[in-house]
């Protein structure tokens, strides 16, 4: 689970590439924090504070994150993203019980652009005010954030004698600081800690953001200096270095440069000076109902280029039709990383979805060969580009990278039923092709012709929201997946319910069982029930417990295996 911050979470909606849309079967969604973030939203609105982390059709929470990010991003006056979040929402959730408040929404929004639209028909000059890109704001500076402690411990049960397998306490803190005063700056500081109480080996301190950020600065729409959140476009997450905006027309120019962050390192503040990277692109934000960015990219290690290449991501909303696009073109291997279309249509209470996408996995990358087998077998083992390139051609290396990356083909079909403002239906039809032997047959002609493996995937996902009038939500999540190397069923249910006083509980039970066709026919199959609480106490600090038991039984072995897992938290808001 990725937990970002809260501009991070309006990049992750905004960029087709990293968007929900195309995703889904696999819920990743984590209610308890969503919930958490809504809690501190409502108590307080200076304090805007959301926890969001990576969500995917098919979970309950991602109605109320796409509702609370549209206020978001109103009350960090980006009014045309909280338009294009507003009319998703609609368009999405047509019986939601936030309907009438989104549409009064978009009527304030589309007033507050009027007077400068008839302005403008009107052939009058812009005001001062609007041609001005530096604000003077007077006020005190302003100071949010918060902290995190959390406790794991785990212990395998059976077979005897058991073991503790962890006990660790960890420390998160996020930290946001504004200025009240003169041009719009602020500064953002995550970081966390880890003490592993079984061997200090796994001791671990990361900083994630360490970044002083300024926003419409003379002309400058935004800049950022120091460790910051990648633009999605990239193969790492975190960058150390320098992130500038300007307006240009219609459009964004964004230009990032600085080196990768190695999350695996064991000095939280060592800078990867034998790597580096260039990124520029354009971007647009409902323009013509198109929100997106085209890009350009390319990473070094040392003076040897490893990545360049080039593309485009974003979607055409209009009414109730969204497109979706996404597009990576390697330069220097010149081929396709990724190629995607989605698309989703709602009309009424059902809302139709479908997909197409090419995709390698990992991205075409020259590092990609130090995972070769002929390098990995090596005495002494070959672990950084520069060795590898003392015995090996670019050429021979591009190879090797070709060799470890492997090409996919997705389809996905989606149908959605909001049967009421109750009861919600998703049924889900997935294929996956892996090394398809044939692209353009697999496009353009039906039946499919065979790739060297394949797996399905069905599904069903229900949605119950207070059917018992007790302030509820409960889901339930049915998938089948029969694929060449094994089948996979799963079924994933959850129950949460939220007093009146904040306090949230909740139920959680999981059932896998995979049949490998390979290696015997063996069998796993794993049980997890599990449970949730959350107590809010003063000043919106919280606290909360949750645990699963899980049960695991190999027809290899007679022995079943089974695992207690427990985490105990605290949580902080300033």
């Keep these: 689970m990725i937990k970002r911050n809260l501009i991070y979470s309006i990049i992750f909606f905004l960029l087709a590439g990293c968007s929900w849309g195309p995703s889904f079967f696999h819920s990743r969604a984590n209610s308890d924090e969503l919930a958490a973030g809504i809690n501190y939203f409502q108590q307080s609105n200076k304090t805007v504070f959301l926890h969001l982390i990576e969500t995917r059709i098919g979970s ?44 009064g929404k978009i009527a304030f929004l589309d007033g507050l652009q009027a007077p400068h639209n008839l302005k403008e028909k009107a052939g009058g000059e812009k005001k001062e005010s609007q041609l001005k890109r530096s604000p003077t704001r007077t006020g005190s500076d302003k100071i949010s954030g918060s902290f995190v402690t959390e406790y794991l411990y785990d212990e395998q ?36 800690n880890a003490n ?45 270095g320098l992130s500038f905006s300007l ?33 520029t692109y354009l971007s647009v934000v409902d323009f ?45 291997f010149n081929k396709f990383n990724d190629g995607m279309v989605n698309f989703d249509y709602t009309h009424s209470v059902f809302r139709y979805s479908g997909l197409v996408e ?12 130090l995972a070769d087998p002929w390098v990995v077998t090596q005495t ?21 990278a070709l060799n470890n990356s492997q090409p996919t083909l997705d389809y996905s079909l989606g149908l959605s039923v909001e049967l009421s403002s109750i009861w919600r239906v998703d049924f889900r039809y997935g294929e996956t092709f892996y090394n398809p032997t044939d ?10 012709t065979p790739a060297e493996k394949t797996t399905k995937r069905y599904s069903i996902f229900i949605l119950e929201r207070n059917f018992l009038n007790l302030n509820e939500i409960a889901s339930t999540l049915f998938l089948y997946s029969p694929g060449t190397d094994s089948t996979n069923t799963s079924i994933v249910a959850n129950l949460l319910k939220v007093w009146p006083n904040g306090f949230q509980g909740g139920l959680r039970f999981r059932y896998e069982n995979t049949e490998f066709n390979l290696s015997g026919g063996n069998t796993l199959t794993r049980i997890v029930p599990g449970f949730m609480v959350r107590y809010p106490l003063k000043n919106g600090v919280e606290a909360g417990i949750e645990a699963d038991y899980t049960m695991e039984q190999n027809n290899a072995s007679p022995d079943m295996t089974s695992t207690i897992q427990t985490r105990a938290s605290l949580s902080a808001p300033f």
């Design 60 to 103: 309950p929470e991602i109605e109320d994150a796409l509702w609370y990010l549209a206020l978001i991003s109103e009350k960090l006056d980006k009014p045309n993203i909280a338009r294009q979040k507003i009319k998703l929402f609609i368009r999405s959730y047509p019986s939601s019980s936030h309907k009438k408040a989104a549409e």
């Design 157 to 192: 049960l059976s077979p005897s004698p058991s073991i503790n397998t962890q006990s660790r306490l960890s420390e998160f803190l996020d930290f946001r600081w504004r200025k009240g005063s003169g041009p719009d700056l602020r500064f953002n500081f995550s970081g966390m």
């Design 196 to 240: 592993d109480f079984l061997t200090s080996r796994n001791n671990r301190t990361r900083l994630s953001k360490f970044f002083l950020e300024g926003n419409n600065v003379d002309w400058f729409s935004n800049f950022r200096i120091g460790r910051q959140p990648s633009s999605g476009s990239t193969l790492f997450n975190r960058f150390d």
């Design 247 to 279: 307006p240009v027309f219609l459009v964004t120019w964004t230009n990032n440069l600085g080196v990768p962050v190695n999350i695996f390192a064991t000095d939280p503040l060592a800078i990867e000076s034998n790597r580096k990277f260039y990124e």
């Design 288 to 332: 013509g109902h198109i929100t997106g960015k085209v890009y350009f990219t390319q990473e070094y290690f040392q003076d040897f280029s490893t990545r360049k290449a080039m593309g485009l991501n974003g979607f055409w909303m209009y009414d109730t039709l969204n497109i979706t696009t996404l597009l990576d073109r390697d330069i220097d």
């Design 358 to 369: 090419y995709r390698r996995n990992p991205f075409l990358d020259y590092g990609n060969a």
């Design 380 to 400: 002494p083992p070959i672990t950084s580009l520069d060795v590898l390139q003392q015995i090996k051609t670019r050429e021979e290396i591009m190879q090797l």
């Design 439 to 448: 692209l353009s047959s697999h496009i353009l002609t039906l039946p499919l």
